[in-house]
Nanobody
Framework: EVRLAESGGGLVQPGGSLRLSCAAS????????MKWVRQAPGKGREWVSE???????YYSDSVKGRFTISRDNSKNTLYLQLTSLKTEDTGMYYC???????WGQGTQVTVSS
């Protein structure tokens, strides 16, 4: 059974940082592209970042230079380091396989003073 479990969300002040984790199981993690997608309250899902099985990274313009995606294939874990957070970064953050076949339940990030 494929399982993706996000953690690391929370409440942070503008300018702060968080690190999100996504623990994967049930498939060969190292071969698979993975992504982070977020959904702000009342809005649709927004693609944030993606990393290929080989480690090539991609970012949306809204987070480029502030967020860093990475993976530890020995731990079957995907990460998203969030820095210089803004109020508009608030939302539910989901990890998913790059082909969107499997999604986690999400972790909430709230940026507020």
């Amino acid at each position: 059974e494929v399982r993706l479990a996000e953690s690391g969300g929370g409440l942070v002040q503008p300018g702060g940082s968080l690190r999100l984790s996504c623990a994967a199981s049930g498939f060969t993690f190292s071969n698979v592209g993975m992504k982070w997608v977020r959904q702000a309250p009342g809005k649709g899902r927004e693609w944030v970042s993606e990393i290929s099985g080989g480690g090539t990274t991609y970012y949306s313009d809204s987070v480029k230079g502030r967020f860093t995606i990475s993976r530890d294939n020995s731990k079957n874990t995907l990460y998203l380091q969030l820095t210089s957070l803004k109020t508009e970064d608030t939302g539910m953050y989901y990890c998913a396989k790059a082909d969107s076949t499997y999604w986690g339940q999400g972790t909430q990030v709230t940026v507020s003073s």
